[in-house]
């Protein structure tokens, strides 16, 4: 399946959603050449969402050859109104803005919507919609306030949604997917994570050869399951470095070590550079200079490593695909530089950068972990920035302010442990607000530090809502935190989803 990327937020769901169908996808830019296209042979093509306009001047458009290929299409959002405007059809303002839960009424003999209930919900996020169907096609869904909310031409076997059926908000969604990969494009649904891991360790090593390779090892999920993977195509030519760059949570360093040294039979250095990362940081408020601050270092450090170690040609980073969206691709919006992506810099001292994972999801990651055999303490182990602290901290990262949210955050985490909260929360963790209150302690007024908790519930990681934990485990946070880091006087909790905020306050 072939997905072309028109810039939305959304756009990594849908593959996502394929692929839990156990069909193999690819994400390429809307503008990939016709040529390109013909020769991947894809059994369908969707059109994603994005946030332009399709009236706008330099609206992204697609090659006009692509509708003319025979191959079932699906547009979502701005790709079902792109194709209506493309095949001789209209889009205009809607009469009424739609964003978030909606009721809609569909064709069930639509073949999109097999099996679906006549009246059910969508998720909606638009403010154009197709205001005139090309011809050939019919409605076969609306809204109250869109009248075109699906759009078919069956003989040419064209569909478009102006919903996103991607977003777990659509509760049919996944089953209009799967009539469009099944019963309209065919599709056998088995693909398979372990043929991914066969597919790229061959990839790797008919990139890599006899040549020896450097991983970015920060001993997170992440880039520990693209250690593995490369060591599994390359063997003893990859040496992992692991940088304490002092920005990790407390014990972290330690225990990273421990594990690699003992459950894995692989070259490992590490290397202490707290002391260079907090000198190159000094003074720096701004998160995204923070982040590629941080990202250049890394790299500097890995190159300085790669000389000791006599000429290494390839870098092994554990960049998966949210960080991608993330740092903005093509025609998607930047929302945050990560370290391994947007913050490299671009002279980098290596013949290539080997991204394993690049176009994986979390969940899809931990799967090829266990697939691998990692230890579960690794595969189940929580997000970590790579960055890590330096985010969790609003404004200059400082020792004392590092002591600060590395305390606060050890307190957080044991007694989330103690409550049996572990595997009911998918990411809980402190940040150094760079706000000062007064409080009382004792007989004395204080003047200190405000720490927020964050904890989120999700299944993605793309989008989040915040964690029901009881009041009586945030209280005893609250009240350990308060007593027993040096600095603090006031601790607030985050109960805002994702999107609109992200995860990490920076």
Request: with cysteine.
């Amino acid at each position: 399946m072939l997905i072309l990327d028109f810039g939305g937020q959304y756009d990594q769901l849908i593959a996502r959603r394929v692929r839990e169908a156990k069909v193999y996808c690819e994400i390429l830019p809307c503008n990939t050449p016709i040529n390109r296209i013909k020769i991947l042979n894809p059994k369908g093509i969707i059109l994603t969402g994005g946030p332009a306009s399709v009236n706008d001047e330099g609206a992204p458009f697609c090659d006009r050859e692509l509708f003319e290929l025979g191959v079932p299409i699906l547009g979502i959002c701005y790709g079902m109104q792109l194709m209506s405007v493309m095949l001789g059809g209209e889009a205009a303002e809607a009469r009424q803005r739609e964003y978030g839960r909606t009721g809609i009424k569909v064709d069930p003999s639509s073949s999109l919507f097999q099996g679906i209930e006549p009246e059910t919900f969508s998720w909606m996020s638009h403010t154009c919609c197709v205001s005139k169907v090309p011809e050939g096609f019919r409605v076969t869904a609306h809204s109250d306030n869109c009248l075109a909310a699906a759009i078919e031409d069956d003989n040419r076997k064209l569909y478009g949604v102006q919903f996103h059926p991607e977003v777990e908000h659509t509760p049919e969604g996944k089953a209009m997917l799967n009539n469009f990969l099944y019963n309209i494009c065919g599709c056998s649904g088995d693909w398979e994570i372990s043929s991914f891991i066969e597919k790229i360790t061959d990839e790797i090593r008919g990139r890599v050869g006899d040549s020896p390779v450097l991983c970015a090892l920060s001993g997170g999920l992440d880039s520990s399951v693209a250690a593995v993977l490369v060591h599994k195509a390359v063997g003893d030519n990859l040496t992992c470095i692991f940088v304490d760059h002092g920005l990790l949570r407390k014990n972290e360093a330690d225990q990273v070590e421990n594990v690699f040294r003992n459950s894995f039979n692989m070259n490992f250095i590490r290397v202490d550079a707290a002391e260079r990362f907090l000198g190159r940081l000094e003074g720096v408020t701004d998160p995204e200079q923070k982040r590629k601050i941080i990202g250049e270092e890394f790299i500097r450090v890995f190159e300085e490593q790669a000389r000791k170690l006599g000429e290494i040609d390839y870098l092994v980073q554990g960049t998966i695909y949210p960080d991608v969206v993330e740092s903005g691709v093509g025609d998607s919006a930047v929302i945050k530089s990560h370290h391994n992506v947007g913050g490299l810099p671009v002279d980098i001292d290596f013949k290539g950068i080997i991204e394993p994972l690049r176009n994986l999801f979390k969940d899809e990651v931990r799967q090829v972990g266990r697939e691998l055999n990692l230890p579960e303490e690794i595969v189940s182990r929580q997000p970590f920035p790579g960055p890590g602290l330096a985010v969790r901290i609003i404004g200059e990262v400082t020792r004392e302010r590092l002591e600060i949210v590395r305390e606060a955050d050890h307190i957080f985490r044991e007694e989330i442990a103690k409550a049996g909260m572990v595997n009911d929360i998918s990411q809980y963790f402190a940040v150094l607000t760079p706000l000062k209150t007064v409080g009382v302690m004792g007989d004395d007024r204080t003047y200190d530090h405000v720490i927020a908790l964050r904890a989120v519930v999700t299944t993605d990681f793309m989008t989040a809502n915040w964690a029901r934990i009881p009041y009586d485990v945030l209280e005893k946070v609250s009240g350990r935190i308060v007593n027993e880091v040096k600095g603090i006087n006031r601790v607030v909790y985050d109960i805002t989803t994702k999107p609109p905020a992200t995860i990490e306050w920076e």
